[in-house]
Structures are given as C-alpha cells and as structure tokens.
C-alpha cells in the first residue's frame, strides 16, 4: 500500500523516531512542493535539482510518481534522497549484445541524489526505508546511481540486503573530474610530455590547414537552439556511439531537456567549425560552479586533427578565463577522459532487488549475464585482443551510422 507523507506534527512514534528520527517519503507533486524550499537550499548535482527534475527528469511516459526519502531529526530535516519510480525495461548486455528487456517497475535514485547529512545513520535509514518499500510491492527493483564506493549509502545498500536480494554484480568505475587552475597555462604541466607534444603537433596542423577558418561557437540561450542543433546532429548521426543508441540524438527529449538547461542559464553548446564546417561539439551545464560535460564527439572525417581533444582545450582555456572551478567528465571510460581528469573517484550503481519472484528473476538475469561478459572480457584482455575488438566494432558502427 502507497503511503503519503504525514504532517511532522502528526507522525506517529515508530522505532526510529523514539530516538528523534523520523523518515517520511513524498510520493506526490504537492509533498514534492511542500518539502522545495529545504531540497533547494542543499547543495546538490545538476541532476538532483529539484527543477531539473520536475521539469525534464519526471516528465517522460515511463514516469510513474516521485519518490524522495527524507530524514528528519527531533522534527528538523536532515537528508534527502531523490528519486522516482518508473516502468523500465530492465535489459543486460554480454559484450555489445543486448539481451531482451524484462518489463519491470523501478525506484531509480538520481546521480548525486543524497542531499544533506550524508551519515552512517541517515544513509541506513534510507536504505532501510528502500528496502520496506521494495518488500511492500512498490517495485520489482531498486537503482542507486553511482554513488561513492566506501561511502555510507554505498556500504549500505551493497551489504544490508539479503541473500535473494542483493547486487552481486558490482563494477566500480572511475569518474573522473578536472580540477581547473586559474591560468591556463598551468593546465599543460599536469600532462604527460608525450600529450603535450600531441596537442601542439596536431593543433599547429589544423591552423596551417585552415588558416583563418578555424572557428569555436558557443551557443547558450533558448533562440539559439533551433540553429545549434541541426549542426550538433550532423555530427553525431556519424560516430559510432549512435551506432550503439547513445550519445546525443535529436528527439523530443532532448530539446526538451536543452531548453530547460538555457532557460535556466545553465546551457553551454560548444561548436568547433573548420572551413565553415561543423566538425565537433561539446554540450554540457554550467552549474555550481561545475561545467557538467554531457557529450563530446567529431565527425570522423577530421580525426587526423583531433577535432575533439583541440574543441576542449579552447573550452578549458575560456574556463580557466571565467572561474570555472572544475570540469566534471561523468560516469563512463574515455581516453581524453583520463588524460584531462586529474581529481578520479571510483563509483559504482548499486541494485536492491524486492524480495519477489519477479525481483529474483531480474537478479538472476543480470547477474548471470554480467558474470558471463566480465570473463569474456576477462579472456580477451589476457589475450591483449580487448582493445582491436573495441576499436573494430566502433569502427564498424561508425561507418554504418554514416552510412544512413
């Protein structure tokens, strides 16, 4: 049964809240309301503000109702966590082949969802609160996005399930983060001598080649999107991460999502054009302080210069400029993404499965499937043959993408 939350006035005493703490969960847009003033004065990520949330993150047809814990102590909020509950097709993947989805619902917390007190005893309780409404039938499964390996949420939600309904297939990545000085010239010692040669080599060749047609636009503000995103299209229809469904792709969505962020002053659409024409781009939030990088691709007919790596280094050069303190790159691997980041931090998505047959079934699905792709990988990497399948199969789905 779905439980709204209570007025603090009226909570009745449970185990938690003799000792002063209460949990209340909203599960509506007007509890959602009542709590916006103590969600917006926390310090949150770009994907847990509560507007980006209302107005792009809970707006798609698999959105079912919001879902945010909060932690209250003798009556004062202390901690939040934000998610929301949605119909998802829960699919696994051997390699590059992807299984057929499993119709399910889910609870999925957002990325940097656990706003204030993020203690060991706020975290349980959220976790402990998780897991009742899994048992409660609410969800066939529970996600957490990349929290923090080591922290208390991740600790938790790893080892507090049971047997039948605990994540055993973790993988820890890392995310990697640039820390940005004030001059840009002390962004190059930082890289290797080997990089640095690179950058200069290629970035002297692509001035010689263009001389005078080499141009970087940015383009932040609502009227401007009608014109960036045919251009930002053209070039990603090409790479190979269309080819595998990801990436930026103009839809609905998507412009939805653009127009919040310019909107909200947030959008930065970064364009670098050789000869008048679009060759890469560099779409992300400028948040907090925090440039949130959100897609990097070129077109592959101008990868002898590197259009991609030369697009960042003008953009970090403007950063450095203007203040920005840091570049967040994201969840995901990436070369650039380890030659650039200089402050990594390991993160990994934590699943807890409802103690139900359908829950077991999901468990049983992904775990065999993931457990089945790390020894391939496993045997491919012994075999130094990881890195040519990658490179062949990006290859080949960037030349299909093109194709079309």
Same mark, same amino acid.
């Given at each position: 049964?779905?439980?709204?939350?209570?007025?603090?006035?009226?909570?009745?005493?449970?185990?938690?809240?003799?000792?002063?703490?209460?949990?209340?969960?909203?599960?509506?847009?007007?509890?959602?309301?009542?709590? #916006?003033?103590?969600?917006?004065?926390?310090?949150?990520?770009?994907?847990?503000?509560?507007?980006?949330?209302?107005?792009?993150?809970?707006?798609?047809?698999?959105?079912?109702?919001?879902?945010?814990?909060?932690?209250?102590?003798?009556?004062?909020?202390?901690?939040?966590?934000?998610?929301?509950?949605? #119909?998802?097709?829960?699919?696994?993947?051997?390699?590059?082949?992807?299984?057929?989805?499993?119709?399910?619902?889910?609870?999925?917390?957002?990325?940097?969802?656990?706003?204030?007190?993020?203690?060991?005893?706020?975290?349980?309780?959220?976790?402990?609160?998780?897991?009742?409404? +899994?048992?409660?039938?609410?969800?066939?499964?529970?996600?957490?996005?990349?929290?923090?390996?080591?922290?208390?949420?991740?600790?938790?939600?790893?080892?507090?399930?049971?047997?039948?309904?605990?994540?055993?297939?973790?993988?820890?990545?890392?995310?990697?983060?640039?820390?940005?000085?004030?001059?840009?010239?002390?962004?190059?010692?930082?890289?290797?001598?080997?990089?640095?040669?690179?950058?200069?080599?290629?970035?002297?060749?692509?001035?010689?080649?263009?001389?005078?047609?080499?141009?970087?636009?940015?383009? #932040?503000?609502?009227?401007?999107?009608?014109?960036?995103?045919?251009?930002?299209?053209?070039?990603?229809?090409?790479?190979?991460?269309?080819?595998?469904?990801?990436?930026?792709?103009?839809?609905?969505?998507?412009?939805?999502?653009?127009?919040?962020?310019?909107?909200?002053?947030?959008? #930065?659409?970064?364009?670098?054009?050789?000869?008048?024409?679009?060759?890469?781009?560099?779409?992300?939030?400028?948040?907090?302080?925090?440039?949130?990088?959100?897609?990097?691709?070129?077109?592959?007919?101008?990868?002898?210069?590197?259009?991609?790596?030369?697009?960042?280094?003008?953009?970090?050069?403007?950063?450095?400029?203007?203040?920005?303190?840091?570049?967040?790159?994201?969840?995901?691997?990436?070369?650039?993404?380890?030659?650039?980041?200089?402050?990594?931090?390991?993160?990994?998505?934590?699943?807890?499965?409802?103690?139900? +047959?359908?829950?077991?079934?999901?468990?049983?699905?992904?775990?065999?499937?993931?457990?089945?792709?790390?020894?391939?990988?496993?045997?491919?990497?012994?075999?130094?043959?990881?890195?040519?399948?990658?490179?062949?199969?990006?290859?080949? +789905?960037?030349?299909?993408?093109?194709?079309?």
């Amino acid at each position: 049964m779905i439980q709204s939350i209570p007025d603090p006035a009226a909570v009745q005493p449970s185990a938690s809240a003799v000792s002063g703490v209460a949990v209340r969960v909203a599960r509506t847009f007007a509890e959602i309301e009542a709590i #916006r003033e103590i969600w917006s004065g926390w310090k949150s990520h770009r994907d847990s503000n509560v507007d980006f949330c209302l107005q792009f993150v809970w707006s798609g047809e698999e959105f079912i109702r919001p879902h945010v814990i909060a932690i209250y102590r003798d009556g004062q909020p202390e901690a939040m966590l934000v998610g929301r509950l949605e #119909r998802v097709r829960i699919t696994s993947k051997i390699g590059y082949l992807r299984l057929p989805g499993i119709p399910s619902h889910a609870l999925l917390f957002s990325y940097g969802g656990l706003l204030g007190n993020a203690s060991d005893e706020n975290s349980s309780e959220i976790v402990k609160s998780i897991m009742a409404s +899994l048992r409660e039938g609410e969800a066939d499964v529970a996600v957490l996005d990349h929290p923090r390996v080591g922290s208390a949420l991740y600790e938790g939600a790893l080892r507090a399930p049971g047997f039948a309904t605990r994540d055993r297939l973790q993988k820890p990545a890392v995310h990697y983060m640039m820390r940005l000085p004030a001059d840009m010239k002390d962004v190059y010692p930082a890289l290797s001598a080997n990089h640095r040669s690179d950058l200069k080599r290629k970035a002297k060749k692509l001035a010689a080649d263009h001389q005078g047609r080499v141009k970087v636009c940015c383009y #932040r503000e609502p009227g401007e999107l009608d014109d960036v995103i045919p251009q930002v299209e053209e070039i990603a229809k090409k790479t190979y991460q269309r080819g595998l469904g990801v990436g930026f792709q103009d839809n609905e969505g998507m412009r939805r999502r653009l127009r919040l962020c310019a909107e909200k002053g947030w959008l #930065r659409i970064y364009v670098l054009h050789l000869s008048d024409t679009p060759c890469a781009f560099w779409i992300g939030t400028l948040y907090q302080g925090s440039f949130c990088s959100d897609y990097l691709a070129f077109d592959p007919r101008f990868s002898a210069y590197s259009p991609g790596t030369f697009l960042l280094m003008q953009v970090v050069e403007e950063f450095c400029r203007a203040g920005v303190k840091e570049i967040d790159f994201g969840p995901g691997e990436g070369r650039y993404k380890e030659q650039f980041g200089n402050s990594p931090s390991m993160e990994a998505s934590v699943w807890i499965y409802s103690p139900t +047959l359908k829950g077991l079934l999901v468990n049983t699905v992904r775990t065999t499937a993931g457990l089945i792709d790390d020894t391939m990988r496993k045997i491919l990497e012994r075999t130094n043959v990881l890195p040519k399948v990658k490179k062949l199969w990006r290859e080949r +789905l960037a030349g299909r993408s093109s194709e079309q």
